[in-house]
């Protein structure tokens, strides 16, 4: 591998990031490159490009590889969303997300006063939403993939068969949810185990399934032996989810949602994804201010921010949901004059309340964990894509005979409007519960393009956080020439409307910035918080090679060639 690294202390090139000169920190590769959660996908993608494969044979391999490696998030039992933009600079954006199953009703989680029961749709078999994973990258494979598919998934199964060495991050995962699983799934289930740090699990059912898959294709997942076992595994357990409901599910091919934010065009995710729409927004909103002269993280730049922010999540929880179930205005959302007059009540010398924040008024015509991975091939093909169970290893329900966890997904509709979600995301009657609906999604997965060429693929797990830690790097290249591992690891901070709080990453930030703001009346939180986001990135530098920034919150990995 290391042959075909070029380290940053001998790179010749002058190391100009597009017209200003910054420095790569990050891993650099000439000619290809993956990011994501755990070195042996990431390394699996690569070795997938290196026979000639291109991104989304990658993208194929990578997705799996995180369903062995890193079954906190990775699966076969969720689903995602993916971002593509090819070498000639065709865009477009696959929906692999979950959906409700044939028997889910709107009500299904309340109590006869008609109040959400807690845990119900978190912690129970009802909360398992019909798979999309498996799906989605034969999708992705019929499409736009090169190699045949037995010989992507071959390396996948030789993963699952020779085990994955367990981190120091993953020990402390699995002890901390130890309890849950063993309440669950019984003290004999895989992951229910003790397991220490250099330990190897092997996943041996996992390998069955994808070798049966490997053979029969993506109907096998849902309509062969692997549904027929999944099926009979949920209705033993208490979940509403049928043979029909596998049958019928299929990913769709879905328009990006584009635009500027000044010499930069960026293409993300539509809805039923937020992550697009509140991108633009905030982006909008934060663009006549000049954040680069503010300076990095300082009071008057996340105060610009997070007012941006705010008013971009009163609007998704109002307005957004699944495009086949609901008429949304994301053209008049993403109107100049519409933002201008949203950021109107902005005052630089005194906090909004999100109390005195609702939607805005418009004109018709999704984890705690989730993980991201980025991929750029060496013939110019970019994706992003982002891939989720919703919490910590999902619903916890995990298949002993299949070899993978369910989604907890249900929890990202609306439960009960204004009531909120594990994430603290309150919800409307736009994102409520209905038979093959699929939920909102936080899942931000993001490509950049800089004077019409390829310079950036982003994204990030963090549910609720994932659009402002991707907001937060592409500024961090954008307005203050940060490097692409530099952006990755700079301090992050997260304001969604509800609960009207500022939250910082621990131990980050400047008191005097938190004084600064509290004196213009902002609610700061400054308990210890989960990490804000783990993003995975590549920056297409001047020369054409690749820096990859690996979110070190994470045991996530870059690798490349």
Same mark, same amino acid.
């Given at each position: ?302 105060? +610009?921010?997070? !007012? @941006?922010?705010?008013? /971009?999540?009163?609007? $998704? ?5 699944? %495009?086949?179930? #609901? ?98 995301? +309150?919800?409307? !009657? @736009?994102?409520?519960? /209905?038979?093959?609906? $699929? ?5 931000? %997965?993001?490509? #950049? ?113």
């Amino acid at each position: 591998m290391k042959k075909f690294i070029v380290l940053l202390c001998i790179l010749s090139i002058g190391c100009k990031a597009q017209n200003t000169s910054v420095q790569p920190t990050g891993l650099i590769a000439n000619k290809a490159m993956v990011v994501s959660a755990r070195e042996e996908a990431s390394k699996i993608g690569v070795e997938i490009m290196k026979n000639g494969g291109n991104a989304f044979d990658a993208m194929v391999a990578t997705e799996l590889a995180l369903a062995v490696a890193y079954p906190y998030a990775g699966n076969l039992g969720g689903g995602g969303f993916m971002v593509y933009r090819k070498a000639n600079g065709e865009t477009g954006t696959l929906d692999y997300r979950e959906k409700a199953p044939l028997a889910a009703t709107k009500d299904m989680f309340l109590d006869k006063e008609g109040n959400v029961i807690a845990g119900k749709s978190t912690k129970t078999p009802l909360a398992i939403g019909i798979p999309g994973t498996i799906a989605g990258v034969f999708a992705v494979h019929k499409k736009l993939g090169s190699l045949p598919m037995k010989e992507i998934l071959k390396p996948v199964i030789e993963l699952a068969e020779r085990g994955v060495i367990v981190t120091q991050k993953q020990e402390e995962r699995l002890n901390s949810y130890r309890e849950e699983l063993i309440k669950i799934n019984g003290s004999n289930s895989v992951l229910s185990k003790v397991y220490k740090e250099n330990d190897i699990i092997k996943y041996p059912t996992l390998a069955n399934t994808l070798r049966r898959i490997s053979k029969n294709g993506r109907d096998e997942f849902y309509k062969g032996e692997t549904a027929k076992t999944l099926v009979a595994y949920l209705k033993e357990k208490g979940a509403i989810i049928t043979m029909e409901d596998l049958a019928k599910y299929e990913a769709k091919w879905r328009d990006p949602i584009t635009f500027k934010y000044k010499d930069l065009n960026i293409i993300s995710m539509a809805p039923p994804s937020s992550g697009g729409i509140c991108l633009a927004q905030i982006f909008k909103m934060i663009e006549p201010y000049d954040l680069s002269n503010m300076g990095h993280n300082s009071a008057a730049a996340i105060q +610009v921010i997070v !007012e @941006a922010e705010r008013r /971009a999540y009163a609007d $998704r929880s109002f307005f957004l949901g699944d %495009p086949d179930f #609901v008429k949304m205005p994301l053209k008049a959302l993403m109107d100049e004059t519409y933002l201008k007059q949203r950021m109107s009540s902005f005052n630089l010398d005194k906090a909004t309340l999100s109390s005195d924040i609702k939607e805005g008024k418009v004109n018709y015509n999704e984890s705690m964990e989730t993980t991201h991975y980025s991929i750029i091939d060496q013939f110019g093909n970019a994706i992003s894509a982002t891939t989720t169970l919703n919490a910590g290893y999902g619903s916890k329900y995990y298949c002993d005979a299949l070899g993978f966890f369910l989604n907890n997904e249900m929890d990202d509709f609306s439960a009960k409007a204004g009531v909120p979600n594990m994430f603290g995301l +309150v919800g409307n !009657e @736009a994102n409520s519960i /209905a038979p093959e609906k $699929r939920m909102l999604s936080s899942m931000t %997965p993001t490509i #950049v393009e800089k004077n019409g060429k390829l310079f950036m693929s982003v994204g990030s797990p963090g549910g609720s956080t994932i659009i402002t830690s991707v907001l937060q790097t592409i500024l961090n290249v954008a307005e203050y020439n940060f490097s692409m591992q530099q952006a990755v690891n700079a301090p992050r901070f997260h304001h969604q409307w509800l609960p009207d709080l500022i939250t910082f990453e621990p131990n980050t930030f400047d008191t005097k910035t938190f004084e600064t703001l509290k004196g213009k009346g902002y609610l700061i939180n400054e308990k210890t918080t989960p990490v804000i986001g783990k993003v995975d990135a590549i920056l297409v530098l001047p020369s054409g090679a690749l820096e990859g920034g690996a979110d070190f919150r994470g045991d996530d990995k870059a690798a490349g060639f």
